[in-house]
T-cell receptor, first 113, second 113 residues
Framework: GESVGLHLPTLSVQEGDNSIINCAYS??????FIWYKQESGKGPQFIID?????DKRQGQRVTVLLNKTVKHLSLQIAATQPGDSAVYFC????????????FGRGTSLIVHP | KAGVTQTPRYLIKTRGQQVTLSCSPI?????VSWYQQTPGQGLQFLFE???????NKGNFPGRFSGRQFSNSRSEMNVSTLELGDSALYLC????????????FGQGTRLTVV
């Protein structure tokens, strides 16, 4: 499959556990934050986004938490499954009318059956 | 419905040549964005097109250019190829400009030798 990065942080979990993937961002003026999942050999897949005026948003089995004080974003995956194994990226969208996303380096999630 | 289609999937070019990559968005989507993904730099935004107009541009040299046609299909061109241009080039489409929920294609793997 495609290599999306070398020396990525890796999170290994057992099937059924909850996973928490973290991301630090740099621009306190960013409007939106997005989480993507990228499986080997595929393009990134949108998971969930959150506006900067929110601190929590939930989706199907996923929750994103935003802490603007420390410029930290996290993605929580409940009851992790082997199909969740992938690289997860966060992205921040700068404000000011320009849609220019800046991506984190990614975290490799490995789910053991 | 069909997803985002990128052609070709793989390409090998020689330094100094130019290359054109193609992206067909999801039917009904009018915004197309391009990204470069490398192990060293991760995922980086190249540019976004909407209604045949470039709306935003990332921090890449002028050798990287693109266009969008009236049917929303997009092409990107890289002239005077350098070894460092070797990367996975990804295209994403969304319904409208600045839409955070974008759908990615599988990418074109460009190798410059």
């Amino acid at each position: 499959g495609e290599s999306v990065g070398l020396h990525l942080p890796t999170l290994s979990v057992q099937e059924g556990d909850n996973s928490i993937i973290n991301c630090a961002y740099s621009n306190s003026a960013s409007d939106y934050f997005i989480w993507y999942k990228q499986e080997s050999g595929k393009g990134p897949q949108f998971i969930i986004d959150i506006r900067s005026n929110m601190d929590k948003r939930q989706g199907q089995r996923v929750t994103v938490l935003l802490n603007k004080t420390v410029k930290h974003l996290s993605l929580q995956i409940a009851a992790t499954q082997p199909g969740d194994s992938a690289v997860y990226f966060c992205a921040e969208i700068s404000s000011g009318g320009s849609y220019i996303p800046t991506f984190g380096r990614g975290t490799s999630l490995i789910v053991h059956p | 419905k069909a997803g985002v289609t990128q052609t070709p999937r793989y390409l090998i070019k020689t330094r100094g040549q130019q290359v054109t990559l193609s992206c067909s968005p999801i039917s009904g989507h009018r915004s197309v964005s391009w990204y470069q993904q490398t192990p060293g730099q991760g995922l980086q935004f190249l540019f976004e097109y909407f209604s045949e107009t470039q709306r935003n541009k990332g921090n890449f040299p002028g050798r990287f250019s693109g266009r969008q046609f009236s049917n929303s299909r997009s092409e990107m061109n890289v002239s005077t190829l350098e070894l460092g241009d070797s990367a996975l080039y990804l295209c994403a489409s969304s319904f409208t400009a600045g839409d955070t929920e974008a759908f990615f294609g599988q990418g074109t793997r460009l190798t410059v030798v």
